[in-house]
């Protein structure tokens, strides 16, 4: 029964001429990716910025992809890594389809698998540099999941990766309920996605917002949202403050 | 120029905590329903406990990815187990197995705070509680995770447990029969939910709102398995959610 792991059988693993084939930290990074379910499958938003440390380098970048028939992958973390776990799961799609028998891999099938990525790769000390947001619907069946780079994952009515974490999910655990319409769901995330404008450092302002359902996979174009910066307070934010400036 | 140190770490402590209490027919086996990281909750809704044979059930507590590759290893080998030998394993049985399987990760270890509980071959209660790395014990009853420190001294002063350092070692089983046990799970997380921020239900709501399910009040719950001669049950209980 094979029970050994990597660092038993190859010595290499741990000295220095190894080491730097090994993820130390990311450098082309997507922020939050937001998730909820709705009455008719899933709605996921995320904004389309690369960023290189705090430099916004790539401002196009699709951080929302369809796997399959039946499921949608947003990544926030290294966009070279979910560049490359698109490509493992385009090869996992191609088998799937290869075997011609009228099934095909669900959002449930296709989580699993990218935990096991996730947490095989944590397991060697080279993580996938990602926090994923996967959603679907098979057999109108809803299903919304998220792993992290260190294969922490769980399925949820509404999930969020990254800052989303902080200042979309209280949100969502207050707004959020069953059976939400696609104009209410589109609303409540465009909220989220507001606040993280507002607030989170690496945010821009261009996102799309996606949507799958039981016949299939929308990606919006891309599209801004409008912010306001008129507040009193930040007229004379030193009003009534002696000494501050 | 010193070497980049890798400034990830390869563990997560998403919290939470686990009893279990052996009776002389029974077994009770509960855990809450948060997942949390740091000062965040990931949610609500997340389930600890794992029936790993018919008379086995495990609960653990710690680092989320490694509890699930663990449960996934052992109910894996227990279909093994079952195809080679043609009947369930019991739970004494799977205690050993539990234990190996942590020490094989020795050196790079499941952070995973585990309590198996269940039934003997003869239908009476045990409980086997483990450290990370193996280290395992027939008790009559323990509790893991990050409530543990409250919980463990309160089931001592409920149970009146014989000392363990007493030879020849008495048996620890409670003669408290079910629904007194399973009471006790209920006070004894409702004390630790009061103290321990990573432990936590939802605020039990009065008996008029009880009709509604538990899909509107979204909260954290806590999760009781309890085995028996007739089977396996599930109850739910609702504690505090902040």
């Given at each position: 029964?094979?029970l050994?792991?990597?660092s038993?059988?190859?010595?290499?693993?741990?000295?220095?001429?190894?080491?730097?084939?090994?993820?130390?930290?990311?450098?082309?990074?997507?922020?939050?990716?937001?998730?909820v379910?709705?009455?008719?499958?899933?709605?996921?938003?995320?904004d389309?910025?690369?960023?290189y440390?705090s430099?916004?380098?790539?401002?196009?970048?699709?951080?929302?992809?369809?796997i399959?028939?039946h499921?949608?992958?947003?990544?926030?973390?290294?966009i070279?890594?979910?560049?490359?776990?698109?490509?493992?799961?385009?090869?996992?799609?191609?088998?799937?389809?290869?075997?011609?028998?009228g099934?095909?891999?669900?959002?449930?099938?296709?989580?699993?698998?990218?935990?096991?990525v996730?947490?095989?790769?944590?397991?060697?000390?080279?993580?996938?540099?990602?926090?994923?947001?996967?959603?679907?619907?098979?057999?109108?069946?809803?299903?919304?999941?998220?792993?992290?780079m260190?294969?922490?994952?769980?399925?949820?009515?509404?999930?969020?990766?990254?800052?989303?974490?902080?200042?979309?999910?209280?949100?969502?655990?207050?707004?959020?309920?069953?059976?939400?319409?696609?104009?209410d769901?589109?609303?409540?995330l465009?909220?989220?996605?507001?606040?993280?404008?507002?607030?989170?450092?690496?945010?821009?302002n261009?996102?799309?917002i996606?949507?799958?359902?039981?016949?299939?996979?929308?990606?919006?174009?891309?599209?801004?949202?409008?912010t306001f910066?008129?507040?009193?307070?930040?007229q004379?934010?030193?009003?009534?403050?002696?000494?501050?400036? | 120029?010193?070497?980049?140190?890798?400034?990830?770490s390869?563990?997560?402590?998403?919290?939470?905590?686990?009893?279990?209490i052996?009776?002389?027919d029974?077994?009770v086996?509960?855990?809450?329903?948060?997942?949390?990281?740091?000062?965040?909750?990931?949610?609500?809704?997340?389930?600890?406990?794992?029936?790993?044979a018919?008379?086995?059930?495990m609960?653990?507590?710690?680092f989320?990815?490694?509890?699930?590759?663990?449960q996934?290893?052992?109910?894996?080998?227990?279909?093994?187990?079952?195809?080679?030998?043609?009947?369930?394993?019991?739970?004494?049985?799977?205690?050993?197995?539990?234990?190996?399987?942590?020490?094989?990760?020795?050196?790079?270890?499941?952070?995973?705070?585990?309590?198996?509980g269940?039934?003997?071959?003869?239908?009476?209660?045990?409980v086997?509680?483990?450290?990370?790395v193996g280290?395992?014990?027939k008790?009559?009853?323990?509790?893991?995770?990050?409530?543990?420190?409250?919980?463990?001294p309160?089931?001592d002063?409920?149970?009146?447990s014989p000392s363990?350092?007493?030879?020849?070692?008495?048996?620890?089983?409670?003669?408290?029969?079910?629904?007194?046990a399973?009471?006790?799970?209920?006070?004894?997380f409702?004390?630790?939910?009061?103290?321990?921020?990573?432990?936590?239900?939802?605020?039990?709501?009065?008996?008029?709102?009880?009709?509604?399910?538990?899909?509107?009040?979204?909260?954290?719950?806590?999760?009781i398995?309890?085995?028996?001669?007739?089977?396996?049950?599930?109850?739910y209980?609702?504690?505090?959610?902040?």
């Amino acid at each position: 029964m094979q029970l050994m792991d990597s660092s038993h059988s190859n010595p290499m693993s741990l000295c220095s001429q190894a080491d730097s084939q090994r993820t130390l930290y990311p450098y082309v990074t997507g922020t939050s990716v937001i998730g909820v379910k709705y009455k008719d499958g899933i709605l996921m938003a995320a904004d389309m910025g690369g960023s290189y440390g705090s430099t916004l380098r790539y401002k196009s970048v699709e951080r929302m992809k369809p796997i399959g028939k039946h499921s949608l992958l947003g990544a926030s973390g290294e966009i070279s890594d979910f560049q490359e776990i698109l490509h493992y799961l385009d090869e996992l799609i191609l088998y799937d389809n290869m075997w011609d028998d009228g099934n095909s891999l669900g959002p449930k099938e296709v989580h699993s698998y990218l935990t096991r990525v996730m947490y095989n790769r944590r397991n060697k000390f080279n993580p996938l540099w990602n926090s994923l947001v996967l959603g679907g619907v098979k057999n109108g069946q809803k299903y919304l999941g998220t792993v992290s780079m260190i294969g922490v994952h769980f399925e949820d009515n509404h999930v969020a990766t990254g800052f989303g974490n902080h200042l979309a999910r209280p949100i969502l655990r207050d707004e959020w309920h069953e059976d939400l319409s696609f104009e209410d769901g589109v609303k409540l995330l465009e909220k989220c996605m507001r606040v993280l404008l507002y607030r989170d450092r690496s945010a821009v302002n261009k996102l799309q917002i996606a949507k799958i359902t039981e016949e299939g996979v929308t990606i919006s174009q891309p599209y801004s949202l409008k912010t306001f910066w008129g507040f009193s307070a930040f007229q004379n934010p030193t009003v009534g403050a002696e000494g501050s400036w | 120029m010193t070497k980049q140190q890798a400034n990830w770490s390869p563990y997560d402590n998403n919290g939470g905590s686990c009893v279990a209490i052996a009776g002389a027919d029974y077994c009770v086996i509960a855990a809450d329903t948060r997942m949390s990281t740091g000062y965040n909750i990931l949610t609500r809704d997340y389930s600890k406990i794992c029936k790993l044979a018919d008379k086995c059930v495990m609960a653990s507590s710690g680092f989320q990815a490694d509890v699930r590759a663990l449960q996934k290893h052992l109910a894996a080998r227990h279909l093994i187990y079952q195809h080679q030998h043609n009947k369930q394993m019991s739970c004494p049985a799977m205690a050993q197995l539990l234990s190996n399987t942590l020490y094989y990760k020795r050196f790079f270890p499941y952070y995973s705070f585990n309590v198996l509980g269940g039934l003997d071959n003869e239908g009476k209660g045990c409980v086997f509680t483990y450290d990370a790395v193996g280290s395992y014990e027939k008790v009559g009853y323990s509790s893991q995770g990050s409530g543990s420190t409250l919980i463990m001294p309160f089931l001592d002063n409920q149970l009146k447990s014989p000392s363990p350092l007493l030879l020849p070692a008495l048996d620890a089983v409670t003669p408290l029969s079910e629904p007194e046990a399973v009471d006790l799970v209920k006070t004894v997380f409702a004390s630790a939910t009061e103290r321990d921020i990573y432990t936590h239900t939802v605020h039990p709501f009065n008996t008029a709102l009880s009709n509604f399910s538990l899909d509107v009040l979204q909260g954290d719950k806590l999760e009781i398995v309890i085995l028996n001669a007739s089977g396996i049950r599930r109850e739910y209980m609702d504690l505090r959610k902040d």
